[in-house]
């Protein structure tokens, strides 16, 4: 076996994080968690299902709200917002102010409904919601953690549920999904093609 060309590859500062070094794709969501009497919406990038059963974990800090909201309370949704609501999900991410709590200053602005099995709040118009409980937080990430949910409920908007009579290319092209281009910039995904899986593959 060959070793890689390296003249065709920049050796990337692993001291540190090579993340900020390149571009990569990843789902953009929104987090919504209780917080005393009030409620969090919280956009990540870093957030994936776990595995191919109803599990669903973001990265998260103990610096954020978020990590203690859902530690506390056990639960937390998540938003899949439209490309439309690109506006909504960056103020998502705004400082609180001073004296009053994120969800004073900011959750007013924003299109906001309750989850329906868990107390949490969800972006209103988004395409794909999920209410988790907690299943398990793991630290040690650096200063981050990974923070896991069981997925309770689920609910999609009807024009983004896959359906075996519908052309799922064409779905997606009327109906664009958004993702975040790390670190910074997003795009509206509308153009999909079939994976060319070997022949007789199966996960």
Request: hydrophobic letters at 40%; proline letters at 5%; one cysteine or more.
């Amino acid at each position: 076996m060959n070793t890689l060309a390296l003249d065709k590859l920049v050796s990337l500062d692993v001291s540190t994080p090579i993340w900020d070094q390149v571009f990569t794709i990843a789902p953009l969501v929104i987090v919504g968690t209780q917080e005393g009497e009030s409620f969090d919406l919280a956009p990540k990038h870093m957030a994936f299902p776990m595995g191919f059963d109803n599990y669903f974990g973001f990265v998260c800090t103990p610096a954020h709200q978020t990590y203690h909201n859902a530690k506390k309370f056990k639960a937390f949704s998540v938003s899949f917002p439209t490309p439309e609501q690109i506006i909504s999900t960056s103020l998502s991410a705004s400082r609180r102010l001073e004296g009053l709590s994120k969800s004073d200053s900011i959750l007013n602005a924003l299109g906001v409904a309750s989850a329906i099995q868990i107390e949490a709040p969800v972006i209103r118009d988004a395409y794909l919601y999920l209410e988790c409980s907690l299943h398990k937080i793991i630290d040690g990430f650096g200063t981050n953690s990974l923070i896991t949910g069981i997925i309770e409920a689920a609910y999609v908007d009807k024009n983004y549920h896959r359906a075996s009579e519908v052309d799922e290319g064409q779905r997606i092209h009327d109906h664009p999904l958004l993702a975040y281009v790390a670190n910074g910039r997003f795009a509206e995904v509308s153009e999909t093609y079939n994976f060319p899986y070997p022949k007789d593959f199966s996960r």
